[in-house]
């Protein structure tokens, strides 16, 4: 029997990042191996990417229980979220990503939903992104009024889908940027967000 094992990222602030880091000029470089997969009890995948310098993150502890491969964010001077980045993650096991890619989809809105979210203009399934057709999610999103002090204001949320060419488990990118005025479009996400550089330098390793 086909087995399909979906999990599901956390958008919330209890998520952190990667194994090791290689400072850059102006950015940190990090790399998940699958050592440090198996040791923080993720599926096992090899990638490595830059994270800005100017950008919020913290580092994984061992034994402490994450939704994702980790968080990255961007604050303004009243500490609001302006710019979010969260690797998630689906492990399929015989089946094809495109085939099961839209339930988890699905999913994922109801996660962002059930945290407080109220949402405009959704479009699910494979989406044009950064040149390519892609399983995705894109919508835009208000938070509930008093749910939380960091997300205030509508955010425009591309979320999108990082195929792994060699392995079973495909990272999820889960990015959000506020869009108060609704001027950003989901083709930003790809160069004009200071986010914008994670997706650019992510790479699978072999």
Known sequence: MKKLT??????????????CQTKNDGVITYEVTPEF???????????????????????????????????VQKYDKDSIVTEMCSFGYIKIDGMSLDEQGI????????????????????????????????VGLQLIGEMEEGASPQFIGKYRFNITTRENPSGNTHIIFLM?????????SYEDFKDKLTISKIWQSFQYIK
Request: hydrophobic share 35%.
């Open 103 to 134: 339930s988890f989809m699905k999913q994922i809105k109801n996660m962002l939903r059930s945290g407080g979210y109220k949402f405009e203009n959704s479009n699910l399934g494979l989406l044009d992104f950064d040149g390519k057709k892609r």
């Open 6 to 19: 979906l999990i599901v990222a956390s958008i919330l602030l209890q998520i952190s990042l990667v194994n």
């Open 176 to 184: 959000a940027a506020k869009d108060e005025d609704e001027s950003l």
């Open 37 to 71: 997969a198996k040791k923080i009890d993720k599926p096992e995948v090899h990638f490595k990417v830059d994270i800005p310098k100017s950008l919020h993150f913290d580092k994984p502890v061992e034994g402490k229980k994450t939704s994702s491969y980790g968080m």
